[in-house]
């Protein structure tokens, strides 16, 4: 039998039997399957139902060869347990903090790697855009300086943007067309890709980890379109008394229940509009409701829209969708 042929964007083996399965085309002569035809011309993207154990099963393939990995990571959205992946992986890591371009110039890159550094082990850390094309020469230099054989791995959650940064090496350093589909969608590539820069190298695209507790999968907000703005963050600061609330979009509500007078600083997409008001007044009471002691120098992380940067100690209380996951972290910035 011949060897089954993949989608060129996403992965997935190629199929003209039945237009409900993955992987359809109606000719398989085609370079792509028709969920990324219609998503490359069309900019129509179909969900699919996503599966953890093919990413675990992924991971365990890699973890079975010793090649360099790349992990990348949203720096607006980084996990708090960034460790977990060496639970899967005894590779040598790269933490790739992309989408740099989010977050305002001012942001000192150094401070964001020295606290990375203090918390975790990892072969190297960079902090890069694809967009801007922010340290990519960097990260082309390290990737060649730490692989180990032909192939790297790219891995992380899904949207982190693993594709867009296969496809800029590719434009970049080959004089190869970049092909794989990307998409402001989670769970664009289905499958691994092994996408040849040159005959030293050769860049494994792989699916992303779909985390249901990003804000993401709260569809039903009408400001889910700006969670993966691509606008630089402008913050915005409020001085906040006990008592005051901010109602953030129509989805978030933070009371300030008890401390001095305090700062907090919205690293937010701008498009989500942001009201202070008396707590006695605040609306989204039908929300889950949890709370926090903030200690001084914590950001609250709302895994999917940001972050918010506090100063001083106080007491919080959240009201939000039960499935989005909060936590606290020391200032990042
Ligand atoms: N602002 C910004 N957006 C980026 C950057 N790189 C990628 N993106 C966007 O992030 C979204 C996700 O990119 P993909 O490359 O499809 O992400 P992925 O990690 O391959 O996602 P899966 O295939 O679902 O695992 C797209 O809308 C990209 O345009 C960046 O440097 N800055
Ligand atoms: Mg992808």
Same mark, same amino acid.
């Given at each position: 039998?011949?060897?089954?042929?993949?989608?060129?964007?996403c992965?997935?083996?190629?199929?003209?039997?039945?237009?409900?399965?993955?992987?359809?085309?109606?000719?398989?002569?085609?370079?792509?399957?028709?969920?990324?035809?219609?998503?490359?011309? =069309?900019?129509?993207?179909?969900? /699919?139902?996503?599966?953890?154990?093919?990413?675990?099963k992924?991971?365990?393939? /890699?973890?079975?060869?010793?090649?360099?990995?790349? =992990?990348?990571?949203?720096?607006?959205?980084?996990?708090?347990?960034?460790?977990?992946?060496?639970?899967?992986l005894?590779?040598?890591?790269?933490?790739?903090?992309?989408?740099?371009?989010?977050?305002?110039?001012?942001?000192?890159?150094?401070?964001?790697?020295?606290?990375?550094?203090?918390?975790?082990?990892?072969k190297?850390?960079l902090?890069?855009?694809?967009?801007?094309?922010?340290?990519?020469?960097?990260?082309?230099?390290?990737?060649?300086? =730490?692989?180990?054989?032909?192939?790297?791995?790219?891995?992380?959650?899904?949207?982190?943007? &693993?594709?867009?940064?296969?496809?800029?090496?590719?434009?970049?350093?080959?004089?190869?067309?970049?092909?794989?589909?990307?998409?402001?969608?989670?769970?664009?590539?289905?499958?691994?890709?092994?996408?040849?820069?040159?005959? $030293?190298?050769?860049?494994v695209?792989?699916?992303?980890?779909?985390?249901?507790?990003?804000?993401?999968?709260?569809?039903?907000?009408?400001?889910?379109?700006?969670?993966?703005? &691509?606008k630089?963050?402008?913050?915005?600061?409020?001085?906040?008394?006990?008592?005051?609330?901010?109602?953030?979009?129509?989805?978030?509500?933070?009371?300030?229940?008890?401390?001095?007078?305090?700062?907090?600083?919205?690293? /937010?997409?701008?498009?989500?509009?942001? &009201?202070?008001?008396?707590?006695?007044?605040?609306?989204?009471?039908?929300?889950?409701?949890?709370? =926090?002691?903030?200690?001084?120098?914590?950001?609250?992380?709302?895994?999917?829209?940001?972050?918010? $940067?506090?100063?001083?100690?106080?007491?919080?209380?959240?009201?939000?969708?039960?499935?989005? &996951?909060?936590?606290?972290?020391?200032?990042? /910035?």
């Amino acid at each position: 039998m011949t060897k089954k042929k993949k989608c060129l964007g996403c992965g997935v083996t190629l199929q003209n039997e039945n237009i409900l399965n993955l992987g359809y085309t109606p000719n398989l002569e085609n370079a792509y399957c028709m969920r990324c035809f219609k998503a490359k011309n =069309y900019g129509i993207h179909e969900n /699919i139902t996503s599966n953890k154990e093919q990413y675990l099963k992924i991971l365990k393939s /890699i973890n079975l060869k010793k090649d360099l990995v790349l =992990y990348i990571v949203d720096i607006l959205n980084i996990p708090d347990n960034l460790d977990n992946i060496k639970k899967y992986l005894k590779n040598d890591i790269i933490l790739v903090l992309n989408k740099r371009d989010v977050l305002p110039k001012s942001v000192k890159e150094e401070k964001i790697i020295n606290y990375l550094k203090e918390q975790y082990d990892f072969k190297d850390y960079l902090i890069v855009s694809t967009i801007n094309n922010f340290e990519m020469d960097n990260l082309y230099k390290k990737i060649l300086k =730490y692989k180990t054989s032909k192939e790297v791995y790219l891995v992380g959650e899904t949207n982190a943007g &693993k594709s867009s940064l296969i496809n800029k090496i590719i434009s970049n350093y080959s004089n190869k067309e970049p092909v794989l589909t990307t998409s402001n969608m989670p769970e664009t590539t289905l499958d691994k890709i092994y996408i040849e820069v040159n005959d $030293k190298l050769t860049l494994v695209d792989t699916p992303g980890l779909v985390e249901y507790s990003n804000l993401i999968y709260q569809k039903d907000s009408k400001y889910s379109k700006f969670l993966n703005s &691509k606008k630089e963050i402008k913050p915005k600061t409020y001085q906040i008394n006990k008592g005051q609330s901010l109602i953030i979009g129509d989805f978030l509500r933070i009371d300030y229940l008890d401390g001095d007078r305090n700062s907090f600083t919205l690293y /937010i997409s701008n498009k989500i509009p942001v &009201k202070r008001i008396n707590s006695r007044h605040a609306t989204l009471t039908n929300l889950a409701y949890r709370e =926090y002691d903030l200690k001084y120098h914590e950001d609250l992380v709302i895994y999917g829209l940001g972050f918010i $940067k506090v100063v001083l100690q106080g007491k919080i209380g959240i009201y939000l969708d039960n499935n989005v &996951k909060t936590f606290l972290r020391k200032n990042l /910035i």
